[in-house]
């Protein structure tokens, strides 16, 4: 297992890295980091969106939820098949935000071994970005800037309007997580070099346009 991974996700990922930083980002880390996660982000693309999206219709979706369950608490086949119907009018498929993670987890983790263990280690001249910040190093700026945009990111994510009396608890998860998780990215990130926050940053630009769009372009849901 530990020699595909070498082989078809994290070497692959080191090559491209290193051909970016020596041809395209003049030897700039910071640069060559950017355009590798755009690059990632753009082949991604379709797995990223739609689990926002899948994301975003869950939030729209829980007061309906909620009412479902409530009109049919006791009749348990009829509330599934409800529920299916529900799922297939907005085309949710409450299966395919775990599939998503579960393909992007080996890229992460080649990411975070890239950027977080090997970085001195890969023949790289200087990991400097714009002759200003070390990315091999720790800081704090950047992971407050990366936890900023996630915080962005979270509420955007969030439905505008609540509609049922009481908050269930996926609802009442997704707004704790909005505060725990920039404070979380913070923590994780101040302690690991600064390439890690470049790459979260940029990703995380990248998901607040993503979900404005998606924001938009959601149906709206009748009550």
Do not use: C
Request: proline content about 4%; aromatic content about 12%; hydrophobic content about 50%.
């Amino acid at each position: 297992m530990a020699g595909l991974f070498n082989s078809y996700i994290y070497e692959p990922l080191l090559s491209v890295l290193l051909f970016i930083y020596k041809s395209v980002a003049f030897s700039d880390l910071g640069v060559a980091i950017i355009l590798l996660t755009v690059l990632i982000r753009v082949v991604l693309f379709p797995l990223f969106y739609k689990g926002a999206k899948d994301q975003a219709i869950m939030q729209k979706l829980q007061p309906h939820i909620k009412k479902l369950q409530t009109d049919h608490k006791d009749d348990k086949e009829r509330q599934a098949k409800e529920l299916l119907e529900l799922y297939k009018k907005y085309s949710f498929n409450p299966f395919f935000g775990i599939f998503s993670v579960l393909i992007q987890l080996p890229i992460f983790f080649a990411l975070f071994k890239l950027f977080g263990r090997e970085l001195g280690n890969i023949g790289l001249a200087s990991t400097m970005m714009f002759g200003l910040i070390d990315l091999g190093g720790k800081g704090i700026i950047l992971p407050i800037v990366a936890a900023g945009l996630q915080y962005i990111q979270g509420k955007l994510s969030l439905p505008k309007t609540v509609t049922t009396e009481k908050e269930n608890t996926f609802a009442s998860m997704a707004k704790t997580m909005v505060y725990v998780g920039p404070i979380l990215t913070v923590l994780i990130f101040s302690n690991l070099p600064s390439a890690l926050s470049i790459y979260w940053i940029v990703s995380s630009v990248f998901a607040i346009g993503q979900q404005i769009y998606i924001n938009k372009k959601l149906p709206k849901l009748e009550d």
